[in-house]
């Protein structure tokens, strides 16, 4: 596996090794011990999650606050998104940046995002599938969005010819400044 890093500590891309024939292909989408080693930590992935979205749709920016905090493992089986995640750690001294990963079926590439950043993506193909490990269970009370066209962050989302398709949650998230800590 092929491990690189962003410039937001601990936001890793993770290109596993794909071996194809005439038959397809076959790679190891996921190993433990191989994740520990990249990561330099023991993550234990407790929920897998599965979304099918059309062209344009914007999921997120999501996170979890503590004790429910997330460490995502995200991938595309299908499909292309832009992935980005935004680091809200206070005490980071990246707070506020974010890196943007395109992620596809064809490329296999994963992204390592852990606990404490905001997550999300655009779909920019007509379609993806996107796959995700999560390190911490579904916490409807500990859920949070941070808005996705926050000036302040500055995001540069692709244009993919078509206004986002967002959540009513998602276009009524708060800015980076009115998240209280």
Do not use: C
């Amino acid at each position: 596996m092929k491990v690189t890093k962003t410039a937001i500590e601990g936001v890793l891309i993770l290109e596993p090794k794909v071996f194809g024939d005439a038959r397809g292909f076959f790679m190891e989408s996921f190993n433990q011990e191989a994740f520990d080693n990249a990561t330099g930590q023991k993550w234990s992935f407790v929920q897998d999650n599965h979304s099918r979205s059309g062209k344009g749709v914007l999921r997120g920016l999501h996170f979890q606050v503590a004790p429910h905090a997330q460490g995502k493992l995200v991938r595309v089986t299908q499909g292309t998104v832009f992935d980005v995640a935004v680091d809200i750690r206070r005490d980071s001294l990246t707070f506020g940046a974010w890196v943007g990963v395109e992620l596809s079926g064809e490329s296999h590439r994963q992204l390592w995002i852990p606990p404490g950043l905001a997550h999300g993506f655009l779909v920019l193909s007509d379609s993806a599938d996107f796959l995700y490990k999560t390190t911490a269970f579904y916490a409807p009370q500990a859920e949070r969005s941070l808005r996705w066209d926050d000036p302040a962050i500055g995001i540069r989302w692709p244009d993919v010819g078509i206004a986002p398709t967002l959540s009513t949650k998602d276009a009524a998230a708060p800015t980076l400044a009115q998240l209280t800590p």
